[in-house]
């Protein structure tokens, strides 16, 4: 049958820069998270942040090309595509931040020269997506998919939807988020960052790190090496709050039961649940009473932005990528410590190397917007 | 789902000259109340949206695509400044606006809705993008009610605004809204097909099936009339104002001047010599 079946994938977060590097680095358990020095005005805001491993924060205006590059490489360079293949690639960009870490840079530099206006480059939202398409050779359609952190998730339930119908064989979604200022001290003023790492559905849950990432995956209408494949996914508009889910859980448990139901499953036949788990108070509370709602008995759950933190945009495809490699390795990632035991909200994450066989798995996204995402990827 | 069906269509254009215009009350008017804590590029989305939907209730299951050039120009540009040329952190609810979704939300929650919701671009064909996706969901039953738009707004000074877009000096330059209401079923003018090509032989091969009888050439951004072998066409950008999602017009423009039965073929070309192409039926 015709649907996004996975290929080569490439994934650079604080993991490492490639994709068996953050695989190597999960069964240590989460890492601890650091802190960037943010200049505003005359002082300097401390962010928690965990930034592309091996990739300084310096040169920025050069920083996510170097970042994004070899990692579509990979991705494209494991897919062993032909050139007519690649030259009919369809590109996903999934991203929320886009390139803005560049036209800050740019005007940050120009303001040390004149009173110089802002966003004076960079500012079409699909121009990105355009320069990857030419650098990399891909003469398809490309799309820049910008609702917050369902970014990826929601590129690659477009590219599945095209693949089915038989209009691209092949499409390269890329997922993108690189450190930038806005983005930084924008959840600083929301109060939602937390400085000792994420804890997410934890008795001690303080907010979220911010997190880099940049992924990158072939899917193509034929089975690929690991037999992945995007099973269906949902996507829903929460209209309850711009920056938070229900927190009753219904407008969650909606879009995780669509996503269900369009992969002809039942909530018993998930093996594993990938929460979106941003350690905040309100979206946890309403991701954990959405999982209530959905599950009689709860599968076992992991939450991937203790180890990357939250990737926004990125975080749809790279934790997609860090999961089914888990699992492809044959087992769930641990997160020692972390929700360890069920608090006020009745769940707890998965604490060792735990074996896994193959299946069908869910995996949640929420983001601001009122931008509600599930997909239900399997092996099988 | 053969082909889907236009339930509504609804615009606002303003050029731009001096002084912005006020959306305020024109949000009020449209909506019948004001909406609090939003600026321009919302207001001109839920402008277009309510005039598209005219007074009617989509299906709560409605899902909305929404395409924009640059996004929400004002709130990115007030943060920017905020942030390093004045030295403070921005204001959460700019910061959280500076997520051109969340326009997406702002017009599924003044209308009810809580279907899929997406916010797309692309640098020459955002529009397409945005008709295209949601043609596919209609057309896969995963989606029966589409709402799709498009806003760009303009910000003061103009001469710099104007530098933005890349326009010569003294270019006519717009805010505007376009939206589409599209439905699986339906007895009005049709939105048959949208597609992409990698080049002008694929395209060309697509467009030698339309009886040029019955075919009008709309001309997209990049597309002259002499170039493809039909021999009438449409000019829907001529005297309007340079603002980047223009293609959105398109439908509406063409169907308030159409003879039923007739059908425009509208084409767009970008800088990598790729076409993007749809159809409207009246």
């Known amino acids: 049958m015709r649907r996004a079946w996975f290929h080569g994938a490439g994934l650079h977060t604080t993991l490492g820069a490639t994709l068996s590097e953050n695989l190597d680095a999960l069964p240590a358990g989460p890492p601890p998270p650091g802190v960037t ?11 928690p942040s965990m930034l592309l491993n091996g990739l300084p924060l310096t040169d920025v205006e050069t920083r996510l090309w170097r970042a994004l590059e070899p990692v579509i490489d990979a991705a494209l360079t494991a897919s062993d595509l032909t050139p007519l293949q690649r030259e009919r690639t369809a590109l996903f960009l999934g991203t929320s931040s886009l390139d803005i870490s560049v036209t800050e840079a740019i005007y940050a530099r120009a303001l040390t020269i004149d009173a110089a206006h802002p966003l004076m480059t960079n500012a079409a939202m699909g ?23 369902t970014s990826s998730a929601n590129a690659l339930i477009y590219a599945d939807a095209m693949i089915r119908e038989g209009l691209i064989d092949h499409a390269l979604i890329v997922g993108l988020e690189i450190f930038n200022v806005i983005t930084a001290l924008g959840f600083q003023s929301l109060a939602l960052l937390a400085p000792n790492g994420m804890r997410p559905f934890d008795a001690a849950r303080a907010g979220l790190v911010l997190g880099e990432g940049v992924s990158a995956l072939v899917v193509g209408a034929t089975p690929g090496p690991s037999g992945f494949h995007l099973l269906a996914g949902a996507n829903l508009c929460d209209t309850h709050g711009v920056s938070a889910a229900n927190p009753d859980g219904s407008t ?12 002809s499953l039942a909530a018993s036949d998930i093996l594993a649940v990938k929460a979106h788990g941003t350690a905040s108070l309100l979206n946890d509370e309403a991701e954990a009473a959405g999982m209530h709602r959905v599950f009689s008995a709860i599968p076992p759950m992991l939450a991937m932005k203790p180890f990357i933190g939250h990737t926004f945009g990125a975080c749809g495809l790279g934790e997609l990528l860090l999961v089914c490699g888990a699992i492809e390795r044959g087992h769930l990632p ?10 006020e909200l009745g769940l707890t994450l998965n604490q060792t190397w735990a074996p896994v066989g193959k ?13 509600n995402t599930s997909l239900v990827v399997a092996n099988d | 789902m053969t082909e889907a069906r236009i339930a509504g269509m609804g615009d606002y254009l303003s050029e731009e000259g001096g002084d912005l215009t006020d959306l305020k009350p024109i949000v009020k008017a449209t909506l019948g109340a004001p909406v609090r804590r939003i600026g321009r590029f919302i207001s001109l989305a839920l402008i277009g949206a309510g005039r598209c939907l005219d007074g009617r209730t989509p299906p709560p299951d409605t899902a909305v695509y929404f395409t924009t050039g640059s996004g929400d120009f004002e709130v990115t540009v007030e943060v920017l400044e905020h942030l390093f040329r004045d030295g403070f952190p921005p204001k959460p609810l700019s910061f959280i606006n500076t997520v051109s979704n969340a326009a997406c939300f702002y017009v599924a929650k003044a209308f009810g809705l809580s279907g899929r919701s997406t916010c797309l671009g692309n640098r020459a064909f ?64 049709a ?11 694929d395209l060309m091969v697509w467009t030698a099936t339309f009886d040029p009888a019955t075919t009008v050439l709309g001309l997209g951004e990049g597309v002259a009339g002499d170039t493809f072998d039909l021999p009438r066409t449409f000019d829907y950008r001529t005297g309007r104002p340079y603002y980047d999602s223009r293609t959105a017009a398109a439908p509406s423009a063409f169907l308030e001047q159409a003879t039923p039965g007739e059908t425009m073929l509208h084409v767009s070309t970008d800088g990598a010599g790729r076409y993007a192409a749809f159809t409207v039926r009246a």
Request: glycine share 12%; charged share 15%.
């Open chain 2, 191 to 201: 939105l048959p097909a949208c597609r992409f090509f990698a080049s002008r032989d």
């Open chain 1, 359 to 371: 299946g069908a798995f869910l995996l949640n996204y929420f983001g601001f917007g009122g931008n």
């Open chain 1, 252 to 263: 969650v448990a909606a879009v995780m039961q669509q996503a269900l139901d369009a992969a």
């Open chain 1, 334 to 343: 641990p997160m020692p410590g972390i929700s360890a035991e069920p608090g």
């Open chain 1, 127 to 149: 121009g990105l997506a355009e320069t990857i398409a030419r650098r990399f050779g891909l003469r398809g359609p490309d799309y820049t998919i910008n609702t917050a952190c």
């Open chain 1, 37 to 47: 020095a943010v200049p505003l005005g005359e002082t300097v805001e401390p962010v």
């Open chain 2, 126 to 189: 955002g529009f397409e993008t945005a008709l295209q996706l949601a043609l596919l969901d209609l057309k896969q039953g995963t989606v029966k009610s589409a709402l799709i738009g498009s806003a760009d707004i303009v910000l003061d000074p103009l001469p710099i605004h104007r530098q933005r877009l890349s326009q010569p000096p003294d270019t006519p330059i717009g805010e505007a809204a376009h939206w589409l209401w599209l439905t699986a079923e339906g007895e009005s003018g």
